[in-house]
């Protein structure tokens, strides 16, 4: 079994590193987990791909100039690695978990756009952006769409709503076609979503 999970280049590759202890708890062997960084080759195949959380996706994928006063941060290896690793997951029928910048990698790349910046574009009483590291705190409640995966998997009994820390300042935009909202937050913010039937593993 191998697991590519995709970070930052200043992201920690220790066992303490939240993926991979998550992965770790999930049942995954730490050998079985590939972390990959900008810059490093993504040789294949994979078993599965986590695209993991880290710097802004350049606008220039989704057609748009960076907005004045948005504060963007790209990585061009970064956006390299995580596309290119997608496109060769979709093209193998290899599962894809796409968490936080994973979820904005996976919307693009099938044909959506993003929300460049929260604070000027959207703003919203809901806190998006937790102050700080703190990483457990709940800022909001998601609300699970039935009859996804999702729901399925934390929420059997409809309607429920999930609490969730966070920790974005972009966001979907407009969504890709074949992508499915799997969970939105009270402003109407999308929070999670997932291929719809028979298009695909993400």
């Known amino acids: 079994m191998r697991i590519a999970l995709t970070l930052d280049r200043d992201a920690s590759g220790a066992e303490t590193n939240d993926y991979v202890r998550s992965l770790c708890d999930a049942g995954f062997a730490r050998g079985e987990i590939e972390l990959i960084g900008p810059g490093f080759g993504a040789e294949g195949p994979f078993d599965g791909v986590v695209l993991g959380g880290g710097c802004d996706?350049?606008?220039?994928?989704?057609?748009?100039?960076?907005?004045?006063?948005a504060k963007v941060e790209v990585d061009p290896e970064r956006d390299v690695l995580d596309f290119g690793l997608f496109d060769a997951a979709r093209r193998a029928g290899t599962p894809v978990l796409a968490i936080c910048r994973g979820l904005q990698v996976v919307n693009v790349a099938l044909g959506g756009?993003?929300?460049?910046?929260?604070?000027?574009?959207?703003?919203?009483?809901?806190?998006?952006?937790t102050p700080g590291n703190d990483k457990?705190?709940?800022?909001?409640?998601?609300?699970?769409?039935?009859?996804?995966?999702?729901?399925?998997?934390?929420?059997?009994?409809?309607?429920?709503e999930l609490p969730v820390n966070s920790r974005h300042h972009q966001a979907v935009a407009r969504p890709a076609v074949g992508l499915v909202l799997a969970a939105t937050s009270a402003d109407g913010l999308v929070e999670a979503a997932e291929a719809a039937p028979g298009r695909g593993s993400a």
């Open 57 to 69: 996706v350049d606008p220039a994928r989704y057609g748009e100039a960076l907005r004045e006063g």
């Open 113 to 129: 756009t993003l929300v460049q910046d929260l604070p000027s574009q959207r703003p919203s009483p809901l806190v998006h952006d």
């Open 136 to 160: 457990v705190r709940r800022e909001h409640a998601v609300a699970v769409v039935p009859g996804t995966r999702l729901a399925g998997l934390v929420a059997p009994t409809p309607p429920t």
